[in-house]
Antibody
Framework: QLQLQESGPGLVKPSETLSLTCTVS??????????WGWIRQPPGKGLEWIGS???????YYNPSLKSRVTISVDTSKNQFSLKLSSVTAADTAVYYC??????????????????WGQGTLVTVSS | DIQMTQSPSSLSASVGDRVTITCRAS??????LNWYQQKPGKAPKLLIY???SLQSGVPSRFSGSGSGTDFTLTISSLQPEDFATYYC??????????FGQGTKLEIK
C-alpha cells in the first residue's frame, strides 16, 4: 500500500532554512487524482496545514506561512519537498507529509489527508 | 479564515461508554468536515470524511453527523484502542485547510 516517509535534518539553527523531503512508495506521485501536502504539529499542540502541491508543480500555501514556504516536487524520484525559511523556535514541530485525497459528492468536492508519513521532529535551536 | 472549535478539549470515559465529541465551524461549511484519530507518537489517521462517511477499515462503532456549522463524532462503545486524541478538519476553503484544537480521550 501507499507509504510516505519524511527525511531531513532534525536540528536547524534560528534564521536558517528548514528542508525536508517526503518519499512516496507503493504508488506514483504523478497520479492525477491526488495532491500532496505538509502538515506540522508543535510539541503538545494541534495540527497546522502548511501547504500542498500537485505533480505538475501547482502549489497553494497557508497564508500565515506563505512568505517563508516553498514546496516542490520531483516526479523522477517520486518525492516532494518542503523549505521553510527564516525559522525561529516557533517552527519547532513534528512535520508530516500526507497525500491529499478527494472525492466528488452531491454537495461538491471533499478533500482529506490520508495516508500520512510517520512524521519527523525538527527542532530549531542554536 | 474558518476557525474550528472542538469540545470538550479533554474527556474521561470508560471502556464500553458511548462518547460524543463536538466540532463547530466559525461559518457554514456544508459537509466539508473530516475526523482524524491520533495516538501518542503516531501520525493522524483518517476516520470519517464528508461529515459522515466512514473511511475503509474503520470500525463501525465510529460515526459522524452534522452539517453547516455543527458536527459530532460518536463512538458507540469505547474500546481500549480508542483512547487517543481526535481532530476535526474542514476542507470547505479550497486553498486553506484548518483543524480543530483536538479532543483528548482518556481512560477513567
Amino acid at each position: 500500500q501507499l507509504q510516505l516517509q519524511e527525511s531531513g535534518p532534525g536540528l536547524v539553527k534560528p534564521s536558517e532554512t528548514l528542508s525536508l523531503t517526503c518519499t512516496v512508495s507503493g504508488g506514483s506521485i504523478s497520479s492525477s487524482s491526488y495532491y500532496w501536502g505538509w502538515i506540522r504539529q508543535p510539541p503538545g499542540k494541534g495540527l497546522e496545514w502548511i501547504g500542498s502541491i500537485y505533480y505538475s508543480g501547482s502549489t497553494y500555501y497557508n497564508p500565515s506561512l506563505k512568505s517563508r514556504v516553498t514546496i516542490s516536487v520531483d516526479t523522477s524520484k517520486n518525492q516532494f519537498s518542503l523549505k521553510l525559511s527564516s525559522v525561529t523556535a516557533a517552527d519547532t514541530a513534528v512535520y508530516y507529509c500526507a497525500r491529499r485525497g478527494r472525492m466528488d459528492l452531491w454537495f461538491g468536492e471533499i478533500r482529506w489527508f490520508d495516508p500520512w508519513g510517520q512524521g519527523t521532529l525538527v527542532t530549531v535551536s542554536s | 479564515d474558518i476557525q474550528m472549535t472542538q469540545s470538550p478539549s479533554s474527556l474521561s470515559a470508560s471502556v464500553g461508554d458511548r462518547v460524543t465529541i463536538t466540532c463547530r465551524a466559525s461559518q457554514s461549511i456544508s459537509s466539508y468536515l473530516n475526523w482524524y484519530q491520533q495516538k501518542p507518537g503516531k501520525a493522524p489517521k483518517l476516520l470519517i470524511y464528508a461529515a459522515s462517511s466512514l473511511q475503509s477499515g474503520v470500525p463501525s462503532r465510529f460515526s459522524g453527523s452534522g452539517s453547516g456549522t455543527d458536527f459530532t463524532l460518536t463512538i458507540s462503545s469505547l474500546q481500549p484502542e480508542d483512547f487517543a486524541t481526535y481532530y476535526c478538519q474542514q476542507s470547505y476553503s479550497t486553498f486553506m485547510y484548518t483543524f480543530g484544537q483536538g479532543t483528548k480521550l482518556e481512560i477513567k
